[in-house]
Structure formats: C-alpha cells, structure tokens
Nanobody, 129 residues
Framework: QVQLVESGGGSVEAGGSLRLSCVAS????????MDWVRQRPRKECAGIAT???????TYGYAVKDRFTSSRDNAKKTMYLEMSSLKPEDPAMYYC???????????????????????WGQGTQVTVTS
C-alpha cells in the first residue's frame, strides 16, 4: 500500500511552466508502475506520462516534447515538469500507482478509480491568457 501527495499546481500564463511533485509513503513504492494523469472538464480521464518500475518513461501524444516526467525512488518522489503550457492544458492533475486506464477519482466513478489504483488528492493547474 502507498500514499501519494501531489503539489505544485497553480495558475500560469499561456506559454509558461510549472513543476508538479508527487511524494510517496508506505510500502513498495519503487515496485509500482506510476502515471501522471489529468481530468479536464467534460473530457475523459487521460494519461499524460507513465513511469514503470525501471524508470522507463512514455508520454501521451498531446504533451510529448512539452512535459517531462521523472522518478527518484531514493526520495520517493516523482516529478512532472510542464513547459509551453497551452489553453487546453488546464485540469486536475493526479499521480497514480498501478493505473491501466479508466476513470479519475474526480469523475462520477470515483469509487471504481480508488478501488483499482492508488491515487493522490490531485493538484489543480490553470492557464491564463
């Protein structure tokens, strides 16, 4: 079991940058596949970046070359560096362990999301013009 806490969200102008952090506690964090996902209004829960237990990273097409994800198991922390933010990027951003698709916990199906995966509380990102 693992507990996750995100931080670093906020409001930024279009074209700006933010750095999100996710701090883990509990057992076996380094064995989990970890993801950054986001929930945009009236959109489906979408994967942003995946980091497997060997720290291999893959990105969603929409954020490739703009966002960078990393994982520091010694610090039990993962990061999402967000650059060139666009008007379509505002969302609730989550770090999550053992997620293989499905709803974010901010959806009407939060019970299902939390049953299958380990979620942080989320951090809100907004982009201003």
């Amino acid at each position: 079991q693992v507990q996750l806490v995100e931080s670093g969200g906020g409001s930024v102008e279009a074209g700006g940058s933010l750095r999100l952090s996710c701090v883990a506690s509990g057992d076996k964090y380094d064995m989990y596949r970890m993801d950054w996902v986001r929930q945009r209004p009236r959109k489906e829960c979408a994967g942003i970046a995946t980091i497997d237990s060997n720290s291999r990273v893959t990105y969603g097409y929409a954020v490739k070359d703009r966002f960078t994800s990393s994982r520091d198991n010694a610090k039990k922390t993962m990061y999402l560096e967000m650059s060139s933010l666009k008007p379509e990027d505002p969302a609730m951003y989550y770090c999550v362990g053992e997620w293989y698709g499905g709803s974010c916990p901010s959806s009407p199906y939060a019970w299902s999301a939390r049953y299958f995966s380990y979620w942080g509380q989320g951090t809100q990102v907004t982009v201003t013009s």
